[in-house]
């Protein structure tokens, strides 16, 4: 068996069609749309090649069969915010033979050495932690919601073999919209009714202002994370055109406080519900046909009960307007337009568990647990693992409660 790095169309072919033969007979994988995992390794499409590099891998046997794959990548300005610097493994998928996955993941691993990294996340993305980020553990009984990772139950146990650690978790959960609990939305109403307090859809022909609001609160609310990078102009503008073809306005709710951006919730329609016969590689038709139906917030997949889910993506309120009730708002009051609209459930995705207050929302939302996403962690040597304990022990110290 050779290793093999992505160096032309034939090899990156291969790397794409092998999860379409892995998952032949699993009726819950939806593959991820080849178009999308190219632009993600495409310099002049991912904003994350100009501080950043990335490789793929193929693993082969004698006679050419492809037995696995994966990838390996860098964001220069987030690796080196870890206590040691840390690159990414991603994009695994691997027969079930630990030597196969052993001999790739070290591949990788070499790879990342050799630029300086001295630890791993796996499996990641080589982007933003939308989508592509985690390995499922729990919840292989249902498809994914768009975006969230699926995959073979033993690559959890393929990375603990080779020394990863669990680093966190991410929990999911499944909401019917029609039964989100009357305490939040007590909540909610009396938040709404404050003194300056003001809820906005983003309009879509301004979306620059609501970017930047986007950003305001992101980095407001996220900065105590250990692994967050804050969002620059740049790449928040790059963000939102990256999503921009999928939204719908009124998955997006803002709150503003005195006129100051203060919380949103972000949600995007559950498109797995109409990707999953595709198997992450349409036709011509199959596409052009999407295009068509998709026009007037998917009306056409809305009215045939196609579409029926959405996917939160994420929720924040920044520190100092916390504790006003602005979660429930965010939580409830956009609820009633969206079942107008067609939809009947939410997937609540993956909120980690260095969140407690996000992971409190969630329980106060009575919703069933779908699934659990782990980011696993290894440290190239004894010493570079110590040094980050250290490191991250002095963090814990000192990060303020207001932002955990």
């Not at 009726?27 to 190219?38: A, K, S």
């Not at 840390?86 to 050495?113: H, K, N, P, R």
């Not at 459930?345 to 329980?363: T, Y």
Request: aromatic share 14%; proline share 7%.
């Amino acid at each position: 068996m050779a290793v093999l790095p992505v160096r032309n169309a034939t090899q990156q072919a291969a790397f794409l069609e092998l999860p379409r033969e892995l998952y032949a007979g699993d009726p819950n994988w939806v593959g991820p749309l080849d178009m999308e995992l190219r632009a993600l390794f495409n310099p002049n499409k991912n904003p994350h090649f100009a501080e950043g590099e990335a490789q793929w891998w193929i693993a082969q046997d004698r006679k050419g069969r492809v037995l696995g794959r994966i990838a390996s990548f860098i964001y220069y300005p987030k690796a080196h915010r870890y206590a040691v610097p840390t690159g990414g493994m991603g994009f695994f998928e691997c027969i079930e033979d630990y030597s196969v996955a052993a001999d790739l993941i070290s591949t990788a691993q070499a790879w990342l050495a050799e630029r300086g990294m001295e630890a791993a996340d796996a499996f990641v993305n080589f982007g933003e932690n939308d989508r592509f980020w985690g390995v499922l553990i729990e919840g292989f009984d249902s498809p994914p919601a768009y975006g969230m990772p699926y995959n073979k139950p033993y690559y959890a146990d393929f990375l603990t073999r080779y020394g990863f650690e669990l680093y966190f978790q991410q929990e999911s959960r499944e909401l019917r919209l029609s039964e989100i609990p009357e305490r939040i939305a007590r909540i909610a109403q009396r938040a709404a009714q404050k003194e300056g307090v003001e809820f906005a859809y983003p309009d879509l022909h301004n979306l620059y202002k609501y970017a930047m609001d986007f950003r305001t609160i992101y980095n407001d609310a996220w900065q105590f994370h250990e692994h967050f990078v804050p969002l620059s102009e740049n790449r928040v503008i790059r963000l939102v055109e990256s999503l921009k073809p999928i939204l719908i306005p009124e998955l997006i709710y803002f709150a503003y406080v005195g006129g100051e951006p203060a919380g949103i919730i972000l949600a995007i329609p559950d498109l797995n519900q109409i990707f999953r016969p595709w198997r992450g590689k349409p036709t011509l038709f199959q596409l052009l046909t999407f295009l068509w139906r998709k026009r007037n917030r998917y009306a056409w997949y809305r009215k045939h009960g196609i579409l029926t889910k959405l996917r939160v993506m994420l929720m924040g309120v920044r520190p100092k307007f916390q504790r006003r009730g602005l979660e429930s708002a965010l939580a409830y009051l956009p609820v009633p337009p969206v079942i107008q609209m067609g939809f009947t459930h939410a997937e609540l995705s993956w909120v980690g568990d260095f969140n407690p207050a996000m992971l409190a929302v969630l329980e106060a939302t009575q919703a069933r647990r779908s699934r659990i996403h782990a980011t696993f962690r290894y440290y190239f040597t004894a010493e570079a693992r110590s040094r980050a304990i250290r490191k991250r022990h002095i963090i814990d110290m000192h990060a303020p409660l207001s932002g955990r």
